[in-house]
Protein backbone atom coordinates (compact mmCIF):
# COMPACT_ATOMS: atom_id res chain seq x y z
CA UNK A 1 0.00 0.00 0.00
CA UNK A 2 1.15 3.49 -0.32
CA UNK A 3 2.01 5.61 2.22
CA UNK A 4 0.77 8.78 2.36
CA UNK A 5 2.33 11.66 4.79
CA UNK A 6 0.51 14.07 5.14
CA UNK A 7 1.83 18.04 5.38
CA UNK A 8 1.90 19.73 8.70
CA UNK A 9 -0.59 22.21 8.84
CA UNK A 10 0.72 25.87 7.83
CA UNK A 11 0.23 28.17 11.18
CA UNK A 12 1.26 31.81 11.04
CA UNK A 13 1.22 32.27 14.61
CA UNK A 14 3.53 29.16 15.13
CA UNK A 15 5.75 30.59 12.12
CA UNK A 16 9.73 31.01 12.82
CA UNK A 17 10.87 33.14 9.73
CA UNK A 18 12.92 35.86 8.30
CA UNK A 19 11.19 37.64 5.52
CA UNK A 20 14.36 40.15 3.57
CA UNK A 21 12.33 42.54 1.89
CA UNK A 22 14.61 45.48 -0.14
CA UNK A 23 12.85 48.75 -0.35
CA UNK A 24 13.27 52.50 -0.10
CA UNK A 25 14.28 54.56 3.23
CA UNK A 26 10.10 55.83 2.12
CA UNK A 27 8.54 52.50 2.56
CA UNK A 28 10.86 51.82 5.30
CA UNK A 29 9.25 54.26 7.52
CA UNK A 30 5.47 55.00 6.14
CA UNK A 31 4.75 51.30 4.94
CA UNK A 32 7.08 48.42 6.96
CA UNK A 33 5.66 49.50 10.09
CA UNK A 34 2.15 48.98 9.44
CA UNK A 35 2.95 45.63 8.42
CA UNK A 36 5.02 44.50 11.24
CA UNK A 37 1.97 45.79 13.92
CA UNK A 38 -0.07 43.39 12.02
CA UNK A 39 3.13 40.83 12.26
CA UNK A 40 2.69 41.37 16.01
CA UNK A 41 -0.72 39.91 16.08
CA UNK A 42 -0.58 36.99 13.62
CA UNK A 43 2.54 36.14 13.60
CA UNK A 44 4.81 37.43 16.40
CA UNK A 45 8.04 34.83 15.90
CA UNK A 46 8.76 36.29 12.27
CA UNK A 47 11.47 38.83 11.74
CA UNK A 48 11.30 41.13 8.82
CA UNK A 49 14.61 42.20 7.47
CA UNK A 50 14.97 45.25 5.77
CA UNK A 51 17.54 46.23 3.07
CA UNK A 52 18.45 49.31 0.91
CA UNK A 53 17.40 49.21 -2.38
CA UNK A 54 19.57 48.85 -5.40
CA UNK A 55 19.15 50.38 -8.56
CA UNK A 56 20.28 47.09 -10.07
CA UNK A 57 17.49 45.07 -7.82
CA UNK A 58 15.30 45.19 -11.03
CA UNK A 59 17.62 42.32 -12.72
CA UNK A 60 14.76 39.79 -11.04
CA UNK A 61 15.20 37.10 -10.11
CA UNK A 62 19.03 37.42 -9.95
CA UNK A 63 19.12 40.47 -7.90
CA UNK A 64 17.10 39.32 -5.28
CA UNK A 65 18.94 36.00 -4.78
CA UNK A 66 21.91 38.02 -4.96
CA UNK A 67 20.82 40.24 -1.92
CA UNK A 68 19.54 37.08 -0.03
CA UNK A 69 16.06 38.57 -0.38
CA UNK A 70 12.63 37.74 -0.78
CA UNK A 71 10.92 40.43 -1.75
CA UNK A 72 11.54 43.83 -3.58
CA UNK A 73 9.40 46.93 -3.38
CA UNK A 74 9.56 49.99 -5.80
CA UNK A 75 8.07 52.29 -8.14
CA UNK A 76 6.42 49.97 -10.73
CA UNK A 77 7.96 52.19 -13.44
CA UNK A 78 11.17 50.24 -12.48
CA UNK A 79 9.58 46.33 -12.28
CA UNK A 80 10.96 43.95 -14.32
CA UNK A 81 8.48 42.95 -16.96
CA UNK A 82 9.90 39.04 -16.75
CA UNK A 83 8.45 38.61 -13.49
CA UNK A 84 5.57 38.73 -11.13
CA UNK A 85 4.50 42.20 -9.55
CA UNK A 86 1.20 43.37 -7.79
CA UNK A 87 0.31 46.93 -6.82
CA UNK A 88 0.58 48.08 -3.65
CA UNK A 89 -0.74 51.59 -3.54
CA UNK A 90 -0.45 55.50 -5.20
CA UNK A 91 1.43 58.33 -4.06
CA UNK A 92 1.94 61.95 -4.87
CA UNK A 93 5.49 64.10 -4.17
CA UNK A 94 4.49 67.14 -1.64
CA UNK A 95 7.42 69.78 -1.07
CA UNK A 96 9.03 70.57 2.15
CA UNK A 97 10.64 73.26 3.68
CA UNK A 98 12.03 74.88 7.19
CA UNK A 99 9.17 75.56 9.08
CA UNK A 100 10.98 79.55 9.58
CA UNK A 101 11.54 79.58 5.76
CA UNK A 102 12.83 83.34 5.55
CA UNK A 103 10.91 83.99 2.25
CA UNK A 104 8.45 81.01 1.55
CA UNK A 105 4.58 81.79 2.60
CA UNK A 106 2.14 79.21 2.95
CA UNK A 107 2.21 78.87 -0.92
CA UNK A 108 4.33 77.75 -3.21
CA UNK A 109 4.07 78.82 -7.19
CA UNK A 110 6.13 77.56 -9.80
CA UNK A 111 7.84 80.71 -10.28
CA UNK A 112 8.77 79.95 -6.72
CA UNK A 113 9.92 76.56 -7.40
CA UNK A 114 12.02 77.29 -10.60
CA UNK A 115 13.98 79.51 -8.38
CA UNK A 116 14.77 77.98 -5.26
CA UNK A 117 17.53 75.32 -4.27
CA UNK A 118 17.16 71.73 -4.07
CA UNK A 119 17.76 69.36 -1.78
CA UNK A 120 17.68 66.28 -4.65
CA UNK A 121 17.42 62.67 -3.91
CA UNK A 122 18.94 59.84 -6.38
CA UNK A 123 19.74 56.41 -5.68
CA UNK A 124 22.71 55.52 -7.51
CA UNK A 125 25.25 57.25 -10.05
CA UNK A 126 24.25 55.34 -12.64
CA UNK A 127 20.39 54.01 -11.84
CA UNK A 128 16.99 55.29 -12.72
CA UNK A 129 16.19 58.84 -12.97
CA UNK A 130 14.57 60.04 -9.62
CA UNK A 131 11.03 59.61 -10.16
CA UNK A 132 10.78 63.72 -10.02
CA UNK A 133 13.26 64.82 -12.42
CA UNK A 134 10.90 64.31 -15.60
CA UNK A 135 7.78 66.00 -14.38
CA UNK A 136 9.78 68.43 -13.15
CA UNK A 137 11.75 69.27 -16.50
CA UNK A 138 8.82 69.21 -18.72
CA UNK A 139 6.79 71.78 -15.90
CA UNK A 140 10.45 74.01 -17.07
CA UNK A 141 11.70 73.61 -13.63
CA UNK A 142 15.44 73.07 -14.42
CA UNK A 143 17.04 72.02 -10.27
CA UNK A 144 19.69 73.92 -8.93
CA UNK A 145 20.98 71.49 -6.66
CA UNK A 146 23.62 72.28 -3.93
CA UNK A 147 23.18 68.93 -2.14
CA UNK A 148 22.06 65.44 -3.53
CA UNK A 149 21.54 62.69 -1.02
CA UNK A 150 19.96 58.78 -1.81
CA UNK A 151 17.57 58.66 0.93
CA UNK A 152 14.01 60.83 0.91
CA UNK A 153 14.20 61.59 4.90
CA UNK A 154 17.89 62.89 4.34
CA UNK A 155 16.72 65.17 2.57
CA UNK A 156 13.94 66.12 4.45
CA UNK A 157 16.23 66.75 7.32
CA UNK A 158 18.81 68.89 5.23
CA UNK A 159 15.94 71.86 4.55
CA UNK A 160 15.80 72.60 8.42
CA UNK A 161 17.53 75.82 9.13
CA UNK A 162 18.24 75.98 5.11
CA UNK A 163 16.32 78.46 2.24
CA UNK A 164 16.08 74.94 0.40
CA UNK A 165 13.38 72.73 -0.58
CA UNK A 166 13.49 68.96 -1.59
CA UNK A 167 10.30 67.30 -3.09
CA UNK A 168 9.64 64.20 -1.19
CA UNK A 169 6.67 61.41 -0.67
CA UNK A 170 3.79 63.17 0.83
CA UNK A 171 2.74 60.18 3.44
CA UNK A 172 6.90 60.83 4.59
CA UNK A 173 6.97 64.63 4.87
CA UNK A 174 3.59 64.53 6.53
CA UNK A 175 5.66 61.86 8.92
CA UNK A 176 8.73 63.95 9.14
CA UNK A 177 7.06 67.05 10.07
CA UNK A 178 5.61 65.85 13.30
CA UNK A 179 8.98 65.70 14.36
CA UNK A 180 11.19 68.48 12.44
CA UNK A 181 10.37 71.88 12.17
CA UNK A 182 9.10 71.61 8.46
CA UNK A 183 6.18 72.62 6.44
CA UNK A 184 4.30 70.49 3.31
CA UNK A 185 3.13 72.30 0.98
CA UNK A 186 1.27 70.98 -2.19
CA UNK A 187 3.06 71.56 -5.67
CA UNK A 188 1.86 74.49 -7.60
CA UNK A 189 -0.34 74.64 -10.24
CA UNK A 190 1.20 74.43 -13.82
CA UNK A 191 3.34 71.60 -12.44
CA UNK A 192 3.37 68.23 -14.00
CA UNK A 193 1.83 65.43 -11.71
CA UNK A 194 4.59 63.82 -9.61
CA UNK A 195 2.29 60.67 -8.69
CA UNK A 196 3.57 57.16 -8.71
CA UNK A 197 2.39 53.88 -7.92
CA UNK A 198 4.41 51.37 -5.66
CA UNK A 199 4.79 47.85 -6.57
CA UNK A 200 5.42 44.25 -4.63
CA UNK A 201 8.13 42.02 -6.78
CA UNK A 202 9.10 38.83 -6.47
CA UNK A 203 10.82 35.54 -8.05
CA UNK A 204 7.84 32.83 -9.14
CA UNK A 205 9.50 30.05 -7.87
CA UNK A 206 9.74 31.42 -4.46
CA UNK A 207 5.92 31.30 -3.88
CA UNK A 208 6.45 27.75 -4.20
CA UNK A 209 6.70 28.25 -0.08
CA UNK A 210 3.56 28.59 1.73
CA UNK A 211 4.53 31.15 4.40
CA UNK A 212 5.95 33.33 1.58
CA UNK A 213 2.70 33.17 -0.25
CA UNK A 214 0.96 34.17 3.40
CA UNK A 215 3.60 36.87 3.59
CA UNK A 216 2.80 38.57 0.52
CA UNK A 217 -0.76 38.29 0.72
CA UNK A 218 -0.14 39.79 3.80
CA UNK A 219 1.39 42.79 2.94
CA UNK A 220 -0.83 43.12 0.11
CA UNK A 221 -3.76 43.18 2.87
CA UNK A 222 -1.98 45.83 4.44
CA UNK A 223 -1.44 48.21 1.09
CA UNK A 224 -4.86 48.30 0.74
CA UNK A 225 -5.67 50.39 3.66
CA UNK A 226 -2.47 52.56 3.48
Not at 68 to 88: D, K, N, T, V
Not at 143 to 153: H, Y
Not at 176 to 192: H, I, M, N
Request: aromatic share 8%.
Amino acid sequence: DTIVHAQPEFSPRHMRREFVVLCSDYIAETFIPRVMRVLAEEAPDVVISVRPLEASVTLLPEGLARRGAHFCILPSEHCSALHPRAHLFHERFSAVVWRDHPTLGDTLTLDRLRDMSHVAVQFSDNGPDALDAKPLALSGVMRRTPVVVDQFALAAQLVVGTPYIALIPNRLGCLWAKSLPLRVLELPQGTRDIEFDEALQWSEAQLDDPPLRWFRDKMLEVARDH
